[in-house]
């Protein structure tokens, strides 16, 4: 039940961009996504619920799609303090998150 | 300001002996959690809690105890029957179980020696 994330890892230079995926193979309903840095505790990034609505961060854009149970963390023009792991945890079935392995991010000058 | 604490930073523990992890949140949540992370992998689930007096376990349940006597507190302690207790373990609260952003306390690193 754990959902996937691909890549794995990735390496870019400021000002690229970076898409990370997330896939799960049973129905989702809702996907939270997570940013953390070494040594430190995860941040909340975004929330995506089934239906449409969407909240969280305005640097950082996601997509959610129910019907092939994938969401798609989408990191634009980024920035060195965008280096972290970023993970993403679909809901379980009593209001528990389940979290995936994370892409880890290294943003070069 | 509100938010989670946890203590100690760092703790190092002889085998056979038990421990507690601390866990304290003053942001008025009712869903307390608790992860261990190892290297490399991402965060899972050892015991939840819903509401005051009831909590849940999770994926990897063996070895540990909680008790959630108070709202803001939700202690986490590894026994001796936790084969491989090194880990980094991560508290979690929100404001209610489904569909909520969960805020993480700072982690507690634990070592056996």
């Known amino acids: 039940q754990q959902p996937v994330q691909s890549p794995q890892a990735v390496i870019l230079r400021e000002g690229e961009d970076a898409v990370i995926n997330c896939s799960s193979s049973k129905a989702l309903y809702s996907v939270h996504w997570y940013r953390q840095k070494h040594g430190e505790a995860p941040v909340f990034l975004m929330i995506l619920l089934k239906g449409g609505e969407q909240k969280g961060h305005d640097k950082i854009s996601a997509s959610f799609n129910e019907k092939k149970q994938q969401s798609s963390l989408y990191l634009t023009a980024s920035q060195l303090s965008y280096s972290g792991t970023y993970f993403c945890?679909?809901?379980?079935?009593?209001?528990?998150?389940?979290f995936g392995k994370g892409t880890k991010l290294s943003v070069k000058p | 300001d509100g938010g989670i604490t946890q203590s100690p930073k760092y703790l190092f523990r002889k085998e056979g002996q038990n421990v507690t992890l601390s866990c304290e949140q003053n942001l008025n949540h009712d869903a307390m959690y608790w992860y261990r992370q190892d290297p490399g992998q991402g965060l899972r689930l050892i015991y939840y809690s819903q509401i005051v007096n009831d909590f849940q376990k999770g994926d990897i349940a063996e070895g540990y105890s909680v008790s959630r006597e108070k709202k803001e507190s939700f202690p986490l302690t590894v026994t001796s029957a936790q084969k491989n207790p090194t880990a980094f373990y991560l508290c979690?609260?929100?404001?209610?179980?489904?569909?909520?952003?969960?805020?993480f306390g700072p982690g507690t690193r634990l070592t056996v020696l």
């Open positions: 945890a679909v809901g379980g079935s009593q209001g528990n998150l389940i």
């Open positions: 979690a609260s929100s404001l209610y179980s489904y569909n909520n952003e969960q805020f």
